[in-house]
């Protein structure tokens, strides 16, 4: 029997409905398969409803988000809520939740804010330039061509120009000009002030911020407030030019030679720890990395450990991180392939094989809630075969 399309309208209708309505949300923002929402009032919200509904996989609260897992259809779905919502499906409505979020989940929430939007196209990037490095080596292409410069741009921008994608977000998450954050991270990929000694008060810097991550974070978490500030003291006639320049003059100096600088080295610090851990115990640190990524998927916190990941390898570094999630990540999805063999049931089979080619890209949360949560005893096979498989690498150095 074929499937009808699924109605992504009456999907958001009865999402909102039994959230406690447009009026109980303050914000709406999506990552690679839930619709997140700020609720006032999270006890407004019906779980078991909103779990039951056509076209919802699951629900998940974490962050101070009201997380709804949709899977491969998200943004279809995100766009039906935005149309129901109006503007307020854009942008955060300035009044605040009525849950207060702890400073540790907000840090998160910030980083997983700025580059979540970016992972498609990071993955993208990635892609292509694996496909690069293959054409190459079979000859198809010959490196120095038109054709090869012109795929390997295509590959490489997204990183290159990465500080400009995440300033942009990082501003919009922080509720400021969207536009500031992105001139700050192009700033910051300047190519005179990369690389180059560059004398200023009578001190010599040489940095390089093309690529990089924390940096164009710290900044422009500085800018955002010092805005807003100065649109409160500034007369607002000559406000619109008036406060981008001197924000900027403020902090391209104070975020090239003091802000970056620092956070650089802090996140070197922490990349020189994990490290240092996976070196000293390592199959203490796989099996902490591997049993936790998962429950971290669970509760939409992953992105904020991966993204010392993307630090190491922007740098041109191994990262151990990564191999554990993929290890766990195909041990989930492994045991998604054995169900969808073995089961009769034709529903679980509908679900598992989409589950199983949606988690061989990286996205595992359609075969987590979908499939081995709600057996739960399945959700635990694949955590201690993804461990035995991290203790498997280790004897043999393959991770």
Request: proline content about 4%.
């Amino acid at each position: 029997m074929t499937k009808t399309k699924l109605d992504y309208t009456k999907v958001a209708q009865n999402i909102i409905a039994n959230i406690g309505g447009k009026e109980n949300i303050n914000s709406v923002r999506h990552c690679n398969t839930r619709v997140r929402f700020r609720l006032k009032d999270e006890s407004k919200a019906l779980d078991e409803t909103v779990k039951n509904l056509e076209g919802v996989i699951s629900v998940v609260h974490g962050g101070g988000e009201y997380m709804v897992v949709i899977g491969n259809a998200v943004e279809d779905v995100y766009d039906a809520v935005c149309q129901q919502l109006g503007s307020m499906g854009e942008t955060a409505s300035e009044e605040k939740p009525a849950e207060k979020t702890n400073p540790l989940m907000k840090l998160l929430n910030v980083i997983i804010g700025s580059i979540g939007p970016c992972l498609n196209f990071i993955c993208a990037g990635g892609i292509i330039k694996g496909l690069l490095a293959l054409l190459e080596m079979t000859g198809l292409l010959q490196a120095g061509s038109g054709m090869y410069t012109l795929i390997s741009a295509a590959g490489d921008a997204v990183f290159f120009f990465l500080p400009v994608f995440l300033g942009m977000n990082l501003a919009k998450t922080l509720k400021g000009d969207q536009f500031l954050g992105a001139v700050i991270g192009a700033i910051l990929c300047y190519p005179a002030i990369n690389g180059t000694d560059l004398a200023i008060l009578g001190m010599t810097f040489n940095y390089t911020y093309t690529s990089s991550f924390l940096p164009v974070l710290a900044v422009v978490a500085v800018a955002v407030p010092l805005s807003k500030q100065l649109r409160k003291v500034i007369p607002k006639a000559v406000a619109n030019f008036l406060v981008p320049a001197i924000t900027l003059l403020v902090v391209a100096p104070l975020g090239y030679a003091l802000i970056g600088p620092a956070v650089g080295l802090v996140g070197s610090w922490a990349n020189a720890g994990i490290s240092a851990l996976m070196r000293t115990v390592p199959l203490l640190a796989g099996a902490l990395f591997g049993g936790l990524y998962q429950v971290m998927v669970l509760f939409g916190i992953h992105s904020a450990l991966t993204s010392f990941s993307f630090m190491s390898l922007l740098e041109g570094n191994p990262d151990y991180i990564m191999a554990i999630a993929c290890t766990v990540s195909f041990a989930q999805i492994g045991v998604v392939l054995a169900m969808y063999l073995r089961t009769k049931d034709s529903e679980l089979k509908s679900v598992a094989l989409p589950s199983f080619i949606s988690g061989i890209f990286g996205v595992t949360e359609p075969a987590i809630y979908g499939v081995t949560l709600p057996r739960i005893k399945m959700f635990v096979l694949y955590r201690r075969r993804g461990l035995r498989r991290i203790h498997h690498a280790h004897r043999y150095h393959d991770v």
